[in-house]
């Protein structure tokens, strides 16, 4: 170990320890004086380059719009770099991504238009942060992961749209007010009357939510009895609260019938509006079940669906459905439309329920064969008798044949 006095680039002395052979740190020396800052001048040069970053992502959030970040001065402009990092990220993982999930599919829409869809609600995403901490906090976390798993619905309803070939402008219209309505129309767990068992099983009370396209519970502590009893009808947990997802029309039947459910388990509940607590105490609700058929819109085609896991195979029994073929990605038979009689009746054999949209699928269905013109085809013609040039033979022998 030896020390060094030294010249940095910058123009400042410093005395400096080294380590190693003498050549090494001769080459070390002479790189430091051609290359390296002082501490001091170095420390100066990083903050200068954040404060230059953070101005440069202030002036890009206005530009577009992103609201100011809360925050003290530190938190903020580390904040708006954070932020101004996920955006580009989100964009780059998008214009890779977006154009490989459509790439099997024929769209009515310009790919750039489907990605600019793509990148703004990304875009929105990132205007509900407004929080300097929780960019900090998240920083580590993977901005793609975050977007996707925060808007995954969104992201749902948009892929949807654009399979559909839905007018983007609208797509994205329906799609932030779905979210809105998530959010405003929620129906306020708080100020809902609490539904009393005939035995407490605890104190505590189940609050039962719904939403637009989904029904929640949420319970202030973990209890295996109501962990069983929220997942025997398709509830599924998400991080602070159990969630079901629903099409559409059939919300209120899954928050009547898990609401009563954890009732005759022992559960209090706290649920609105009041003629869903009617419904409730009537029991008067379609009760859940994984043998489900679907209407897959962009396929134009029904979707068979069972859960294989609770023991159900209706493989076989589906396949033999008129112009059936498995989808290994949706993990569903899918059927064209001109099978509905056969799948009407697979249902009901079988103990199916129609969704909505396939049951509008079965009635244009038939309404389509009702329209259909039935042929009465008149008599096949008959054959015409081939007609014989040849004369018949005598058996004698022809004059120019014979000898002389």
Not at 63 to 84: F, H, N, T, Y
Not at 126 to 135: E, L, N, R
Not at 249 to 265: C, H, M, P, Q, S
Not at 362 to 389: I, T
């Amino acid at each position: 170990m030896a020390k060094y006095h030294i010249t940095y680039s910058c123009g400042h002395e410093d005395t400096v320890q080294l380590f190693g052979p003498c050549r090494d740190r001769e080459r070390k020396i002479e790189w430091m004086e051609q290359h390296q800052l002082c501490p001091e001048c170095y420390r100066a040069s990083i903050d200068a380059k954040r404060a230059a970053a953070s101005e440069a992502a202030a002036r890009e959030s206005e530009e577009i719009g992103l609201p100011d970040l809360e925050g003290s001065e530190k938190q903020v402009a580390w904040a708006l770099r954070l932020r101004a990092e996920a955006l580009k990220n989100l964009s780059e993982n998008l214009k890779l991504k977006v154009p490989r999930f459509f790439s099997k599919l024929e769209l009515k829409h310009e790919m750039t238009d489907v990605l600019s869809a793509f990148e703004a609600l990304a875009l929105n995403w990132a205007a509900g942060k407004t929080s300097a901490s929780w960019w900090i906090d998240s920083r580590e976390a993977g901005w793609l992961d975050l977007f996707a798993k925060e808007e995954r619905v969104s992201l749902e309803r948009l892929q949807t749209a654009v399979k559909d070939g839905l007018s983007l402008d609208v797509a994205a219209a329906t799609v932030e007010a779905e979210k809105s309505a998530d959010q405003m129309d929620e129906r306020d767990i708080a100020n809902a009357e609490t539904m009393e068992p005939q035995e407490r099983l605890s104190p505590l009370v189940a609050g039962v939510n719904i939403h637009s396209t989904k029904v929640t519970v949420r319970f202030p502590e973990k209890n295996e009895a109501l962990r069983t009893c929220v997942k025997q009808v398709g509830f599924r947990w998400a991080e602070v609260e159990w969630v079901k997802d629903c099409v559409a029309g059939e919300v209120d039947d899954a928050a009547v019938e898990v609401a009563w459910r954890l009732l005759k388990a022992g559960f209090r509940v706290r649920l609105a509006p009041e003629e869903v607590r009617m419904r409730v105490a009537a029991g008067q609700f379609r009760p859940h079940t994984t043998r489900r058929v679907f209407w897959q819109p962009d396929q134009k085609k029904f979707r068979v669906q069972w859960d294989r896991e609770s023991g159900d195979d209706f493989y076989e029994q589906a396949k033999r459905l008129p112009g059936a073929k498995w989808s290994k990605e949706l993990r569903s038979m899918l059927v064209p439309l001109e099978a509905w009689e056969s799948v009407e009746d697979f249902a009901e054999r079988q103990g199916f329920r129609l969704s909505p949209g396939a049951e509008k699928a079965v009635a244009a269905g038939r309404e389509a064969d009702a329209r259909s013109l039935k042929v009465q085809l008149g008599a096949e013609p008959e054959m015409e008798k081939p007609v014989n040039e040849m004369e018949p033979a005598t058996g004698e022998v022809d004059d120019d044949l014979r000898d002389d």
